[in-house]
């Protein structure tokens, strides 16, 4: 997770600066945004998209690392700490009800919702949030927007920032593909999890490979550790998704 820099803005400005005295047009924008790509600055490239639409704040959140408990699925945000942390159990539980229908019609549609009555926006920020949903390989991800009382934001421009939020979020998805990889699964793990991916016991396992059940065991308990997942089932689906198998 990124932190924020409170203070400037990507060409130097004062980052609160109210959206609405900042017109960028759709050309600045992508020099803009190539500039900020040759760096891999993931923040940065949010922060001109959520000026871009006229937003005060953005959050990048990456969808398949939502958990109950702590924020590893904020990419990248300059939402105050205290609003995100109250607002990540809402996304949660909330994705959790969609249908993969509902989910998969909502991609690149800007769609608004209203911030949970226990929350406090910061001042003058309207109560209700914009919520752009789209995909980077098998990850989906979601820029959800901050903006001032009464701004109305352009919806061509929500659709347009939702296509350039791809580009940008492309960027912490080949970085965080690296660090996923940084726990480092030993060859005979990754074998344990080819292995229970095509549906073989650990009995079965321990006959291909030539050890015992109870070392295989301690292998699969050791992927599961390293990758957080609680069942053979959820570090299939983690494999999965991070090309591991």
Same mark, same amino acid.
């Given at each position: =997770?990124?932190?924020?820099?409170?203070? =400037?803005?990507?060409? #130097?400005?004062?980052?609160?600066?109210?959206?609405?005295?900042r017109i960028m047009s759709r050309e600045q924008l992508i020099r803009r945004l190539a500039v900020a790509s040759t760096s891999?600055?993931?923040?940065? =490239?949010?922060?001109?998209?959520a000026d871009y639409v006229g937003a005060s704040h953005f959050l990048l959140a990456r969808y398949d690392l939502i958990q109950e408990q702590g924020l590893d699925f904020i990419v990248t945000s300059n939402w105050p700490f205290d609003l995100v942390r109250r607002l990540g159990s809402e996304l949660a539980s909330g994705y959790?009800?969609?249908?993969?229908?509902?989910?998969?019609l909502s991609l690149l549609t800007p769609s608004f919702s209203l911030l949970p009555d226990d929350i406090a926006p910061p001042d003058?920020?309207?109560?209700?949030?914009?919520?752009?949903?789209?995909c980077v390989g098998r990850a989906r991800f979601s820029l959800m927007l901050l903006f001032v009382e009464g701004i109305i934001l352009s919806q061509e421009?929500?659709? /347009?920032? #939702?296509?350039?939020?791809?580009y940008g979020a492309s960027f912490a998805e080949a970085r965080d593909a690296k660090?996923?990889?940084?726990? /480092?699964?030993?060859e005979r793990e990754l074998e344990c999890l080819f292995w229970i991916a095509e549906g073989k016991t650990s009995d079965e396992i321990a006959v291909i490979l030539g050890i015992s059940?109870?070392?295989i065991n301690n292998y699969i308990t050791s992927v599961m550790r390293k990758t957080a997942t609680k069942?053979?089932? /959820?570090?299939?689906?983690?494999?999965?998704r991070n090309n591991l198998v």
């Open positions: =997770m990124e932190l924020p820099d409170p203070d =400037m803005n990507t060409d #130097g400005r004062s980052y609160m600066e109210p959206a609405a005295t891999n600055n993931v923040q940065a =490239m949010m922060r001109l998209l959790a009800r969609s249908t993969e229908l509902e989910k998969c003058d920020i309207s109560r209700q949030y914009c919520s752009l949903t789209f421009r929500l659709r /347009e920032a #939702g296509l350039f939020a791809a660090a996923e990889r940084d726990f /480092e699964l030993t059940r109870n070392t069942t053979r089932s /959820e570090a299939i689906a983690y494999a999965v």
